[in-house]
């Protein structure tokens, strides 16, 4: 075994939580998980943090080729499918065959390495995959279409995408597998954000994955949605891996309803509160900053929850956050779905419903760091990545809503972000 290097690490009470050095996200620690920091070993340490940000490379999991019953809603339940934790009591093969697609990977490799992060992993976004689609086709009545791709260079992925649907007029929920070595400008970005790997003459081997998907319905007043969560390994030099999840779910919706608002941060704190009580207020306030149009002065949406590289407390915990978060997507959406089915909507609702489309292409295209480097990382699907963007959307020139309008006090809420539970 290698040697572990720790590093003392001295942080006041005051910086112990909510620290931000820009809109990438807070960087925090909390006390109360008596976590060590470690530079790598030749096994998964409990305590790694790593603080740098890893939306590039998350990106190439996510693109290359995402409760509490409020008002008039009944309580939306947690999903009741038992996830495989230890998948060595799971029929792997026979979970497979209810899949929207088989696996990225080899059912048998997948039967062999059953203990293994990747493994278990893979096996929570394809199930995340299918619940969400299931779920969007039950309201839609309308059905996915399924895209095997490969990538050359490793990996590959399966994209679901449905079209001039009833209901949605395109949703797409994908999965990516991707393995290789890391590009030398990945590398470099990497350590130029403080991450320190050691390749072996040149190569840094890595595997990423994740399930992304973004809603865009007809109705401007059912909102889109956004989800993603993704989990990334390199293997280093002496054989030693780092390793980090990140992810989130985010809502956008194009009119202020306050009961929405609340049940879908609602199940979103309960999912986190499971966890530690500060993952929710910490990563909502992340969300609100990393999903904001700077060149607008606007956020993208009202929020939800973001983070990226976490791995601490230890793998298993980790692990256990991303799957509760995973089993927020259709209990924190579809009771909204569900609530604005018939509502009617005039002309004029439909074209502010494209103004604010036109900002969230804006948003992916300037901004998203995963969007972004999916498109320069060779390989990547480019269907996949821009499946991310609506099929119509709208820029009026030097479009302002009027004063004490609906629109007005929808933007009022995006140039300052509120809480909402």
Not at 260 to 285: E, N, S
Not at 363 to 369: A, E, G, I, W
Request: include cysteine; hydrophobic fraction near 35%.
């Amino acid at each position: 075994m290698s040697s572990v290097a720790v590093i003392a690490v001295k942080r006041s009470a005051a910086s112990a939580f909510g620290k931000t050095t820009s809109r990438s996200g807070p960087k925090w620690l909390p006390r109360s998980m008596g976590v060590r920091f470690m530079s790598h070993g030749t096994s998964v340490p409990a305590g790694q943090w790593r603080r740098t940000g890893a939306f590039l490379v998350a990106g190439a999991a996510a693109f290359a080729g995402a409760a509490v019953g409020i008002g008039r809603f009944q309580r939306a339940e947690m999903a009741s499918r038992v996830w495989p934790n230890e998948l060595a009591e799971v029929d792997i093969a026979e979970t497979c065959k209810s899949f929207m697609s088989p696996p990225v990977s080899d059912v048998d490799v997948l039967q062999q390495r059953r203990g293994e992060m990747s493994t278990r992993m893979e096996m929570l976004i394809m199930q995340t995959q299918v619940d969400f689609c299931r779920a969007l086709e039950e309201v839609d009545g309308g059905t996915f279409k399924v895209d095997r791709w490969k990538r050359t260079e490793g990996g590959g992925g399966i994209s679901c995408v449905m079209q001039d649907g009833k209901v949605f007029e395109k949703a797409g929920v994908n999965v990516s597998v991707v393995s290789g070595n890391l590009t030398e400008e990945a590398a470099k970005q990497m350590r130029s954000r403080g991450k320190v790997l050691k390749g072996r003459d040149g190569k840094l081997p890595f595997i990423a994955m994740g399930v992304s998907s973004v809603i865009h319905p007809k109705n401007p007043h059912i909102p889109t949605v956004h989800f993603n969560y993704r989990y990334f390994e390199i293997e280093e030099a002496d054989g030693s891996k780092q390793w980090w999840f990140g992810g989130g779910t985010d809502l956008t919706p194009v009119y202020v309803d306050q009961e929405d608002a609340a049940l879908f941060h609602g199940v979103l704190k309960q999912a986190c509160a499971k966890h530690h009580p500060r993952y929710y207020p910490d990563f909502k306030k992340w969300c609100d900053k990393y999903f904001y149009v700077r060149h607008r002065g606007e956020t993208r949406g009202i929020g939800g929850i973001f983070f990226d590289d976490l791995d601490s407390p230890d793998q298993e915990e980790v692990f256990n956050f991303v799957k509760s978060c995973a089993q927020t997507v259709v209990p924190c959406y579809l009771p909204i779905v569900r609530k604005h089915l018939n509502d009617p909507f005039t002309p004029e609702e439909k074209d502010w419903q494209q103004v604010r489309r036109g900002r969230y292409v804006e948003f992916n295209l300037v901004y998203d760091r995963g969007v972004k480097f999916g498109l320069a990382t060779p390989g990547s699907r480019i269907e996949s990545i821009l499946m991310s963007l609506p099929l119509t959307a709208r820029w009026e020139y030097m479009h302002e809503p009027k004063k004490g309008s609906k629109e007005a006090a929808m933007l009022e809420v995006l140039r300052n972000p509120r809480e909402w539970i």
